[in-house]
Structures are given as C-alpha cells and as structure tokens.
C-alpha cells in the first residue's frame, strides 16, 4: 500500500488518492448496510414463518 502512495505522492496525484480512498471507503460502507438489511430481512422472513406456524397449530386445535 505504501508503493501505491508513493506513487501518488511523486507524481503529484492526491486529489485522485484522496478520491479512490473515498470511493473505496463508501463502497465498503454501502457493502456492509446491504449485508445488515439482508440479514435483517432473512430474520424477519423467519419470525414470520414461526408466527405462521404458530397461527396453524392454534387453528388445529381449535
């Protein structure tokens, strides 16, 4: 990674170092809040086929 800013740095090119370490910062950023809401969907889907079993169960007994 120092190769990299060096590399920059000679020639004068931070604005585009500073620029590619944003990018690839919120790309991360926007990786991680996809993971977050597809795990939170994933544990919604399950609740709601527990309460959907529950629900099928009570009407049986019924």
Do not use: C, E, K, Y
Request: charged share 25%; aromatic share 10%; no cysteine.
């Amino acid at each position: 990674m120092t190769d990299l800013v060096d590399t920059f740095t000679q020639r004068g090119d931070l604005a585009h170092l500073a620029l590619f370490l944003w990018a690839s910062s919120s790309s991360l950023l926007a990786v991680q809040a996809l993971r977050a809401l597809a795990a939170s969907s994933r544990r919604f889907d399950d609740f709601v086929a527990a309460l959907s079993r529950f629900n099928d169960n009570l009407r049986r007994r019924s």
